[in-house]
């Protein structure tokens, strides 16, 4: 039987999602991202759950996309990207709107949808050597679905930075940007993450930590369905594009790309 790729583990309130695909720098496919969607509902669902940790196996976060997934993508019908932008979106909102608090602990790059993935927690541990970058515009993408969580953490000038340069940033420019909460050396995290999350656990009434974060949600996100339905769209038509298969290809071919 196949290892699962994602693992779950529940001890003293705590939920740690980790994903389990080291040799692959934890790269997102749709076998992943299902796994990981399941994952978080169960812990929703979980009554021995009020706090859920995302991390990592092995030396990355996550590298983005996977390369055999990438290959997919080229032979997708306009349909079938529509179906996987759905899928990434419903990733992203159950994370979002977890009725847990999320905290993601990098303790390796978070790359494109790697680094979506952390936007997209409540709270974000990272370590010095953490880097981070919204990549998509180098290989033909668009980072549309992460842009609409982005802009409500940090400026639009900022924004318009990451986004369009797609430029790899540090742990500590990712703090002065709004997108994470905490750099942590790598040697104290996991203990550092854990304390934090008990501390909430045990300080902090689960029904106002609920509400707080529904309260947040609503009054930040107040237009977010529309702008993801908008996202959606946009990175199925992207996909069907010449400078998408261009990039792709060379991409995978690891050749330069000359836009």
């Known amino acids: 039987m196949a290892e699962s790729l994602v693992l779950y583990y529940v001890e003293e309130r705590i939920c740690e999602i980790t994903l389990n695909r080291a040799d692959k720098k934890n790269a997102l496919n749709p076998e992943l991202v299902n796994q990981l969607k399941k994952a978080i509902q169960q812990a929703n669902d979980d009554e021995r759950v009020k706090v859920i940790i995302l991390k990592a196996n092995g ?4 590298a983005g996309a996977d390369l055999a997934y990438l290959q997919q993508l080229q032979q997708n019908t306009f349909e079938d990207n529509l179906v996987d932008s759905e899928n990434l979106k419903a990733l992203f909102t159950a994370i979002n709107y977890s009725d847990k608090t999320v905290i993601a602990q990098v303790e390796g790059h978070a790359i494109a949808g790697g ?3 952390a936007t997209v927690c409540d709270l974000v541990f990272a370590v010095p050597e953490a880097k981070f970058g919204y990549t ?3 290989l ?3 980072p549309a679905i992460v842009a609409c969580f982005l802009m409500q953490k940090t400026s639009l000038t900022i924004a318009k930075k990451l986004l369009l340069t797609g430029e ?3 742990a500590e420019e990712a703090l002065q940007y709004n997108l994470i909460t905490y750099v942590t050396k790598s040697d104290e995290i996991n203990q550092t993450v ?3 999350a008990l501390d909430l656990c045990n300080n902090s009434s689960v029904n106002s930590l609920q509400k707080t974060k529904k ?4 009054i930040a996100y107040n237009n977010l369905n529309a702008n993801l339905n908008y996202a959606v769209k946009l990175n199925a038509e992207v996909r069907q594009s010449d400078d998408f298969n261009k990039g792709i290809t060379a991409f995978l071919n690891k050749q330069k790309i000359k836009w």
């Not at 030396?59 to 996550?62: G, I, L, M, N, V």
């Not at 309260?215 to 609503?218: A, C, F, T, W």
């Open 115 to 117: 680094c979506g993935l």
């Open 140 to 142: 033909g993408f668009v």
């Open 136 to 138: 998509e515009v180098k």
């Open 168 to 170: 790899l940033f540090s």
């Open 215 to 218: 309260l947040i949600n609503e």
């Open 59 to 62: 030396d990355c976060f996550s």
């Open 194 to 196: 854990r304390n934090f």
